[in-house]
């Protein structure tokens, strides 16, 4: 993701800002199962149990199936990963590999008691563009019960992730990416307001429809829950938000191995998500989804990660005169004039989409898109 010319930053106010939330955000996530307290990141994230039940077999046990040539083992970048084993020969294109019963999916639902009616009323505070905080406070509502019927699969979840809200300040301020760094302070801002607001709900609240169990949450909960939602959820159809236990253990790859397919509708009882092998799986080989066709900046918004060579990379370029010109007279030219553009200089940046309020040019990492907008500029002065 390479850095772009956008406008200048309000930096001391978001210097601040960031690394009061990177230190809230980063405290530590205890071990406990019922405790929600944070941890700091790691290359290779503990997961919430230490020693956790076997998803594979659990999956199984509630009614759900797995090709007997899967594992979940170790991949040497990506954290855990669905792999076939060495044992049972190749996997053929179209073979069910995962086919998860309806009751397994983990989703935010309408309120059927007290606890939930609270929870929804939470959700509904959270603006639907950080949908992934609605399906997070579901997933720590089961993080706080003892008796989860999700159990095995948080106690699988890592206890931290690399995603931007948790760096340390000065790497957020090295990312140097105006609309990333636009991002990650929005969503800094949004869980340390949120965080004030669900105190106040829950403060309110006869225990009994407590819907954490009577744990306190805050920021670092919040963002830990947000962060578990937006790198694992799948929407299938009808666009709902769901945690998919075991299939979210695939990581991703834009060429990918498999494919998820959901049968029924979500509300049916019948309702089912299959994984099924796009192409033949080798023994040991990685079973790979695609996670979508997105920019690099979203890749670590959302998941912590960026791919090489994306091919839906794009980098976001605005027109600022006033910094352009400051910085010309930083680099000795006397009267620059990159504010004042004449009408020929400001039709090359409409036909741009640099010149206006709010204008924005998106160039993909495409080369000869770069090479057109750089001929462009280099006619313009
Ligand atoms: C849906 S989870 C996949 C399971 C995960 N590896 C784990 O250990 O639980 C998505 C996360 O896996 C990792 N991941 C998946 N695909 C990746 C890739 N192509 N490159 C780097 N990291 C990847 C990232 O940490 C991402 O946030």
Redo the contacts with the bound molecule.
């Keep these: 993701m390479a850095a772009a010319a956008a406008g200048a930053t309000p930096a001391t106010a978001r210097k601040a800002l960031l690394s009061t939330t990177s230190t809230l955000l980063s405290s530590s996530l205890a071990r406990s199962r019922r405790s929600l307290s944070c941890a700091a990141a790691s290359a290779t ?1 503990p997961r919430i149990a230490q020693q956790p039940p076997d998803l594979l077999r659990w999956v199984q046990r509630e009614g759900g199936f797995v090709h007997p040539g899967l594992r979940v083992a170790d ?1 040497p ?5 669905v792999s076939a084993t060495a044992a049972d020969g190749v996997i053929p294109p179209g073979a069910v590999l995962i086919d998860l019963p309806g009751r397994i999916p983990l989703r935010l639902r309408r309120a059927a008691n007290a606890e939930d009616a609270v929870l929804m009323q939470l959700a509904d505070q959270v603006p639907e563009e950080l949908w992934a905080m609605r399906l997070g406070l579901r997933l720590l509502q089961e993080r706080t019960k003892s008796d989860s019927f999700w159990w095995p699969y948080i106690a ?3 206890e931290t ?3 931007p809200i948790f760096f340390p300040g000065e790497d957020i301020k090295n990312l140097q990416y105006a609309p990333l760094l636009h991002q990650i302070n929005k969503r800094c801002r949004f869980l340390l307001e949120f965080e004030k607001e669900v105190k106040q709900k829950l403060g309110n609240v006869p225990s009994g429809d407590h819907p954490f169990c009577g744990q306190d949450v805050h920021s670092s909960s919040l963002g830990w829950a947000m962060s578990a939602a937006s ?2 959820a799948f929407r299938l159809h009808g666009e709902i938000p769901m945690l998919l236990p075991l299939v ?6 834009f060429s990918p191995n498999a494919r998820i397919v959901q049968v029924g509708d979500v509300d049916s009882p019948d309702m089912s998500v299959k994984v099924v092998a796009e192409t033949q799986i080798d023994q040991n080989a990685a079973v ?1 989804l695609n ?1 979508g066709c997105y920019p690099n900046d979203f890749y670590l918004l ?6 090489t060579s994306n091919p839906y990379d794009q980098v976001e370029l605005s027109y600022d005169g006033n910094l352009l010109d400051a910085a010309s007279m930083a680099a000795g030219v006397t009267s620059p004039n990159f504010s004042t553009p004449a009408k020929w200089q400001q039709d090359i940046l409409s036909q741009l989409n640099l010149h206006g309020e709010g204008a924005i040019l998106k160039v993909s990492s495409t080369f000869w898109r770069y090479s057109l907008f750089i001929c462009s500029i280099s006619r313009f002065y």
Excluded: I, K, Q
Excluded at 77 to 81: A, H, K, P, R, V
Excluded at 248 to 253: E, I, V
Excluded at 302 to 307: A, E, N, P, R
């Design positions: 994230a991949h970048e990506y954290g855990l990963g699988n979840l890592p992730f690399t995603v790198s694992r979210d253990m695939c990581n991703h790859s790979t996670y959302d998941y912590g990660f960026v791919v």
